[in-house]
T-cell receptor, first 113, second 112 residues
Framework: DGGITQSPKYLFRKEGQNVTLSCEQN?????MYWYRQDPGQGLRLIYY???????QKGDIAEGYSVSREKKESFPLTVTSAQKNPTAFYLC????????????FGSGTRLTVV | AQSVSQHNHHVILSEAASLELGCNYS??????LFWYVQYPGQHLQLLLK??????LVKGIKGFEAEFIKSKFSFNLRKPSVQWSDTAEYFC??????????FGPGTRLSVLP
């Protein structure tokens, strides 16, 4: 079955460390997105990529970095510069412009200890 | 900037009760509207979407939503909820471009 795979499901990080969240899709979708979900705040866009080797900042990109070396993969690195990294991170993809809606992954819960 | 508000943070209903979840957005132009659902432990799924045409949109699992342009609203309804509808519901707006704006979500608890 086609879909989006995020790993790991739970991740613990010490303060000051960088950590990379994986997102892989086998839907042949061009566009991929990273969202952060916090209780009572909905989803906020971190980064998105419309094609390979290109990506754009979203609303809350500070303290995060991404790469898009392959169409299938869009990893997110949470750097030590992110002041409040504990959150639920969702990866999504769309076949083209997002008006058709997203396909979401199951998410990674990151906790900084 | 666009914004989306959802009227209720947490709604508690008994099975067979009727449901209406409010969603309002602030954007004066043409918008595409969505409702997503996140069941416990699962990923976000699209319930229904509105692009144009009939303002009453039917989605999966008996849900429907009505777009009222004059009120900037896109409320979600279901005539009779089931315990399995317990989930968090997100309204989202896309006014073109690559970004959706999501509402803060409404948690629905259905008591058996």
């Amino acid at each position: 079955d086609g879909g989006i795979t995020q790993s790991p499901k739970y991740l613990f990080r010490k303060e000051g460390q960088n950590v990379t969240l994986s997102c892989e899709q086998n839907l042949n979708h061009d566009a991929m997105y990273w969202y952060r979900q916090d209780p009572g705040q909905g989803l906020r866009l971190i980064y998105y990529s419309q094609i390979v080797n290109d990506f754009q900042k979203g609303d809350i990109a500070e303290g995060y970095s991404v790469s898009r070396e392959k169409k299938e993969s869009f990893p997110l690195t949470v750097t030590s510069a992110q002041k409040n990294p504990t959150a639920f991170y969702l990866c999504a993809s769309s076949i083209g412009p997002p008006e058709g809606g997203y396909t979401f992954g199951s998410g990674t819960r990151l906790t900084v200890v | 900037a666009q914004s989306v508000s959802q009227h209720n943070h947490h709604v508690i209903l008994s099975e067979a009760a009727s449901l209406e979840l409010g969603c309002n957005y602030s954007y004066g132009g043409t918008v595409n509207l969505f409702w997503y659902v996140q069941y416990p432990g699962q990923h976000l799924q699209l319930l229904l979407k509105y692009f144009s045409g009939d303002p009453l949109v039917k989605g999966i699992k008996g849900f429907e939503a009505e777009f009222i342009k004059s009120k900037f609203s896109f409320n979600l309804r279901k005539p009779s909820v089931q315990w399995s509808d317990t989930a968090e519901y997100f309204c989202a707006v896309n006014a073109g471009g690559q970004n959706f704006v999501f509402g803060p979500g409404t948690r629905l608890s259905v008591l058996p």
